[in-house]
């Protein structure tokens, strides 16, 4: 078996940050000039008991915080880090912590990179059967905080997993003419790409796993203190694929204009509540 990318060891969670800085030198320039944007798949990224412990720790899980089940993004449940058990929390935040942020540093050129203490939009993902997420680009600004999202990490749970069974991971190029890169959600694999309101991606083939298993992974965004006044902060933004059943997202259009429309603290209170109803 081939070494993990990333040694981080699997009693303490604890990563050397010239263990990690080393670990993406040789990744670096294949990750910085890829196109469509910068993107990496690693296999084998951590440890295997890490992964394998995490997979057995989830087998349970509480209610979500989130579930999504609307023609964009349909049987994706999601849970915060701090309401799942003490290894996977904890593995999240190694995640989070100084010697992996150099390693992304180190990975992408981009400096400054933050993590995120709430995990907005973050944590453990799961897509029950019958499941997808349409290609997107990702919501570019982090409100609570005020910084620029700049990165994804995303880490699959999935045992044996084949291409068949759905769920893989896309990359499109910025006006939907071609898929450029598409990866199953292997065990262990660990796709890496920077995000802006052009970076499209998704995972927009059903989850259709012979005994009912859902599609797991873990999810962590970092962010720059970039962000200004001159930017223009969106939701996600869907787009469909071309020759397919994919559904436009009038929602996130209808709030766009209203948004534009209205001053501000009438948007918040009005915005607001036509969320909860999904309007």
Request: proline residues 8%; hydrophobic residues 35%; neutral net charge.
């Amino acid at each position: 078996m081939t070494s993990p990318v990333i040694r981080l060891d699997p009693n303490t969670l604890t990563l050397s940050t010239q263990a990690a800085r080393i670990a993406a030198e040789p990744l670096a320039e294949a990750y910085r000039t890829r196109t469509p944007y910068p993107y990496g798949c690693f296999d084998n990224f951590l440890p295997p008991e890490v992964v394998e412990r995490v997979r057995e720790e989830v087998r349970v899980l509480p209610e979500a915080e989130s579930m999504f089940n609307r023609p964009q993004e349909n049987l994706k449940s999601s849970f915060l880090p701090e309401r799942l058990p003490t290894y996977t929390r904890n593995l999240f935040y190694a995640l989070n912590s100084r010697p992996f942020l150099m390693f992304l540093e180190e990975l992408t050129g981009i400096q400054g990179l933050i993590p995120d203490p709430y995990f907005a939009g973050g944590g453990l993902h799961v897509v029950a059967n019958g499941g997808h997420l349409d290609i997107h680009a990702d919501f570019n600004h982090h409100k609570k905080l005020n910084l620029e999202r700049r990165i994804n990490v995303l880490i699959y749970l999935n045992k044996d997993w084949r291409e068949e069974w759905g769920g893989s991971f896309e990359i499109w190029n910025n006006d939907m003419t071609e898929q450029k890169a598409k990866f199953a959600p292997l065990f262990n694999r660990m796709c890496c790409f920077n995000t802006g309101s052009d970076t499209f991606h998704g995972n927009p083939d059903l989850v259709n796993h012979p005994d009912g298993e859902p599609r797991m992974s873990l999810a962590l965004y970092y962010y720059t203190a970039t962000w200004d006044d001159t930017r223009k902060s969106h939701s996600t933004l869907f787009k469909p694929r071309p020759g397919t059943m994919d559904r436009k997202d009038s929602v996130e259009k209808r709030h766009a204009i209203l948004k534009d429309m209205l001053p501000p603290a009438l948007y918040r209170r009005i915005g607001h509540r036509l969320r909860r109803l999904g309007v």
